[in-house]
Structures are given as structure tokens and as C-alpha cells.
């Protein structure tokens, strides 16, 4: 048993030996520090405090800004959706007016040919006219000059004589 006790107190002499000769990390914070950093926690959480203003404050100007963009977005959806609507109601009306004008179209088309037609017949009527006029007119000369011949021939003795 002596024997293992010598060996556990070997084994702690080196252990110890080894951690003494092994460098350690320096500690930078000593107590001071620690008393230092106490004294200026206040300037730290005013410097903190500023730095939490700030950021609520930007936070703050950030949402304004995104409602402003949603009021504007939404805004815009409106004054789309007003001109979606007056471009379909202009598109109707289009329709209309092409609708209307076609049949305004076919309306002159056929007054044209209804004009054209008693021109026509207009034109017709006058040559109709002046020619039974002519005939008229021929066949007097003719039944003139028919009795004429006959009076003569018959040595002049007309209605008169």
C-alpha cells in the first residue's frame, strides 16, 4: 500500500510540475478592471440607451415609410382598378359606336342606292316624257302633211271649200 501512495504522490508532483511549467493564459480583467468597468456600466447603458433610441426611432420611420408605401400601393391598386373599369366602359361604348356606325353605313349605303334609283327613274320619266313629246309633235307634222297631200290631191277642196 505504501507503494501506491508513493506513486500517487509521484503522480501528483509531476501533475503539479507539469501545470507550473506549462505557460497559463494571461488574465487581461483584474480586479481593477472589473471595478473600472463597474464605474462606467452607467456610460455604457446611457451609450446602450442611445443606441436603443436610435434603432426605435429608425424602427418607427421604417414602418412609417411601409405604411406610407402600402397607403401608396394601395392607392395605386385604386386608380388601376378606376381605369380597368373606364377602359372597359370605353371599350363597350366602341362597340356601340361601331355597331352604330355600321348600321349608320348601310343606312346612306341604301339612301344612295334609293337616290340613285330615282334618279334614275327620274331621268327616265323625262326622256319618256319628251319622247311621247316628240312624238307627239312628229305625229302632228305628219297628219298635217298626210292631209295636206290628200288635199291637194283631191284638187283643193278641203273643210273650207
Known amino acids: 500500500m505504501r507503494q501506491s501512495i508513493w506513486k500517487a504522490l509521484i503522480l501528483a508532483s509531476l501533475s503539479t510540475f507539469i501545470l507550473i511549467a506549462t505557460p497559463q493564459p494571461i488574465a487581461y480583467a483584474g480586479f481593477f478592471d472589473r471595478i473600472k468597468d463597474i464605474y462606467n456600466t452607467p456610460e ?3 451609450e446602450l440607451e442611445g443606441q436603443y ?3 426605435k426611432e429608425a424602427l418607427a ?7 406610407e408605401s402600402a397607403k401608396a400601393a394601395a392607392e395605386y391598386a385604386r386608380k388601376q382598378q378606376e381605369l380597368l373599369e373606364q377602359n372597359e366602359q370605353f371599350r363597350q361604348q366602341n362597340e356601340q359606336l361601331i355597331a352604330q356606325n ?7 349605303e341604301q339612301m344612295k342606292q334609293d337616290k340613285q334609283s330615282l334618279i334614275s327613274k327620274l331621268i327616265n320619266t323625262v326622256i319618256i316624257i319628251a319622247a311621247v313629246f316628240l ?4 305625229s302632228l307634222r305628219v297628219w298635217r302633211y298626210v292631209v295636206w297631200r290628200k288635199q291637194r290631191s283631191s284638187g283643193g277642196r278641203g273643210i273650207s271649200g
Open 102 to 108: 355600321a348600321s349608320i353605313q348601310a343606312e346612306m
Open 135 to 138: 312624238a307627239y309633235i312628229v
Open 61 to 67: 420611420e421604417q414602418q412609417q415609410q411601409l405604411e
Open 53 to 55: 433610441i436610435e434603432a
Open 44 to 46: 455604457k447603458i446611457s
